[in-house]
């Protein structure tokens, strides 16, 4: 949902389980202050570190409305997420929303899972309003946004495309199944695969399989192969104009959407039908190092 807001800035909030990205925003979409804080794990704690973060976001301007992005499933017509152990706090439903409005004085807020919000960032960014947003994250989940409107589906789970069952002997899913997509494809599943240093394993992978490293290179691919099923699925599915890669991982920039390009012509080598969709030539990235989600909050209110 959106709401209507009065004059005044824009806020938008990442809220991750390790740290609050957000940022203000002027009524033409660009960019006033952006700033980043700890997340704090004790609810009332994290109300007046995000209500402290809002007003220096804000600076002088006023404040129209502060859209939120947190992980996991939200209610987005009453502002509360379900379940709250994505932010380190205790399990069971969190209303963020209208403790964050109380605690703002009655600003509007809206809250949406942060997989959309980044939907909705990329769209913002890349000037584009039909696409499918691919995090690769901890997990593997996608944003759907058709014609400008987020698709949620009719229980919110719209792009969940990291648990399609693709390997039945593969490993455990946290989801109860097994050989899930999100096993293989998400950036965990990569780290898993190739450790190298902490926070540097993506690009520690792609250092070597560059060099010639066939270890490396079978994990590259393998990886590549995993996420080209993902971005097939959302484009025969809903055919979005482009497949934008996001998450952690795609900080890797270029090489890493050239190895997947390169998987999906692998795979469409023998396909006529998928040779014509020219899937590969779909995907993007988002800009590097841009608050990609927390832009995208700020867009859930209207302009
Ligand atoms: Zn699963």
Known sequence: M????GPGVRVGLDIGGTKVEGVALAGDGTVLARERTPTPHRPAE???AVADLVGRLAGSAAVRGVGVGVPGIVDPGTGTLVDAVNLGLDEGPFALGPLLAQRLGGVPVVVENDVNVSALGAGALLGADDLALLSLGTGLAAGVLLDGVLRRGASGAGGEVGHVSFDPDGLLCGCGQ????ETLAAGRALTRRWPGRPGDAPDALWTAAAAGDPAAIAVRDSWADAVATAVRVLVLTVDPRLVVL???VSAVGEPLRAAVAD????AAAPSPFLRGLAVHERLALVPAGAPV???GAA???AA
């Not at 959106?2 to 807001?5: E, I, P, Q």
């Not at 998987?263 to 692998?266: E, G």
């Open 2 to 5: 959106t709401a209507a807001v």
């Open 46 to 48: 994290l109300l007046t």
């Open 178 to 181: 097994r050989g899930c997509l």
């Open 246 to 248: 996001g998450g952690g």
């Open 263 to 266: 998987a999906l012509q692998r």
């Open 293 to 295: 989600a927390a832009i």
């Open 299 to 301: 867009d859930l209110l």
